[in-house]
DNA sequence: TCGATGTACATAGGTTTTCTACATAGGTGA
DNA sequence: TCACCTATGTAGAAAACCTATGTACATCGA
């Protein structure tokens, strides 16, 4: 009640994480924080939301993973869109706009 | 798969019936028709969505309901808004133009 | 008059997604 | 050495939605 939540609406986090990867390899960490950042704070991806996320698209073939050296920190797993991948991306995008551009038409009326 | 379901994105149910039901008493029937119209076909409400989301609404103190003659036809319930149900329609109409704002900042990044 | 269609409400059961909370571990700087 | 940041992960629970099904009444056409 004190603070927003920022949750996200389900379904579109699947979408975020492919666009955000889209720009390249990444680590799941990276790609949270570039989120964060990309939506000047209004979108906050949860750890327990983001790595079963990736597992999920990993698992439907949509995302591939590397395990590489992140810059001097830790071993991450770094993330790149599949063919397949960058269809879905493609997809969810369209699929977006056109649902909110309903809603808006619904806000309006 | 072989269609696109139009499936709507949770939390926004509840956001398109309370805008709807603002235009004055309606029933639930109703509410998904004109979500429908409105939406031009893109939105489409089930019942099996619809009813218990009204149900929630009417517990939480948003909408308030009264059994009627609908037209010529059978018994059905209109529903109009609360005073706490135009309070939080403002809340979540202001809460999705954020939301859908920062989604269309991490599209266009 | 009988059946199909449209209106209208409702619940049960299942799936998916997300959140909170917890657990682990390596590297860095004070 | 201790705290903090990076980085990945799982378990358990809650919420919302969908499919499928059921009821009932009214109207219209054959």
Known sequence: ??????????????LLILKTVAHG?????????????AS???LQVQQGS?????????RKGLLKAEWKQSG???MAKFYS????????????????HRYA???ALVLES
């Open 81 to 96: 869109l599949t063919a397949k991948g960058r269809k879905q991306l493609q997809e969810e995008m369209a699929q977006w």
């Open 40 to 42: 000047r704070e209004v």
């Open 72 to 74: 001097s920190g830790p």
């Open 50 to 58: 983001l790595y079963p996320a990736l597992h999920r698209l990993e």
């Open 25 to 37: 390899p990444i680590h799941g960490y990276g790609i949270a924080q570039r989120i964060l950042v």
């Open 101 to 103: 551009g309903a809603v």
């Open 1 to 14: 009640m004190a603070d927003k939540k920022a949750e996200l609406l389900q379904g579109t986090l699947d």
